[in-house]
């Protein structure tokens, strides 16, 4: 073979960050094992590691790969007081104006962020009795957990407590029948009213731009995604993504995250939870 562990792990932490930006630290060899191994399941791939890795290099096989090595963690009202924020503070204004929000999530996984998003509108028009036109455009890296948000089937158990107490969830799934889950889980749909406002696309934050235009959002969700970037890159991704924000439009972080240079231009009213000031000079 002619190479060690290590060469490959530098291999796939250097295509990785060309490819995605993302930064893996020194202590993941475990993972990074892991996730050689599902690449290759991917791929139906039986040969030389390096082989493959030279492949991706040159262009093949590119979205196994980074659909092998995105962590997609995620789950319904996840920091659920992000959205309690949104219901309260943000949305009734667009009640009352009738005027549309653009929401983005940026790194939307398997959709429950943004699903969570718009039970979060629906919650809002039904406790203020008016009408809210809004929009939610959801993106990620990942083309599989696209494909399973755009799907919009999930396990639920009634006893799990991912949803906030103010959430019913039977008013925004239908449940589907199906045999062989475990225990009292079932599966569960969402409806058509909350499809309707989100479309899905796959996007790399690692871009040089991005495909919206300038002020295009009211709301920007960047939660749990810039931990995976260097502190440099990070600065980078959240000044691309200001320049789509209006100002007085949101940005709601992830529990470890901070706006970095962005400090300067934005007020912070809650926990992770930030208001556009004024633009970058
Ligand atoms: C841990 S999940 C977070 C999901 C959700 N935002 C949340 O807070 O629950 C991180 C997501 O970021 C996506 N991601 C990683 N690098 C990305 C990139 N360069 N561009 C866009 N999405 C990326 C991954 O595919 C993954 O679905």
Known sequence: MGYTTQDVHNKVKKLLYSLTGITLSDNKDIMISNRIDKLKRNCRYSGDIMDLLSSVEQGSYVTEFINSFT????HFFREDF???????????SFANSGTKINMYCSASSTGEEPYSMAMTVLKAM????????ASIIATDIDTNVLQYAADGIYRYSKSSKEFPEWIKPQKYFKRRVQKNLAGEEVLIKVN????????FHVMNLNDSSYPFSQN???????RNVLIYFSAEDQNKILKKLFKHLKIG??????????????VHYVRRVGQ???VKEKEIN
């Open 71 to 74: 962590t997609n963690k995620t």
């Open 82 to 92: 992000h959205f309690v924020d949104l219901k309260d503070r943000v949305l009734p």
């Open 126 to 133: 039904e406790d203020l009795g008016k009408n809210i036109n």
């Open 192 to 199: 058509d009213e909350l499809k309707r406002m989100i479309t």
């Open 216 to 222: 295009q959002f009211d709301v920007i969700f960047c």
């Open 249 to 262: 439009g949101t940005l709601y972080l992830g529990h470890s995250e901070n706006p970095q240079d962005l």
């Open 272 to 274: 992770n939870i930030f």
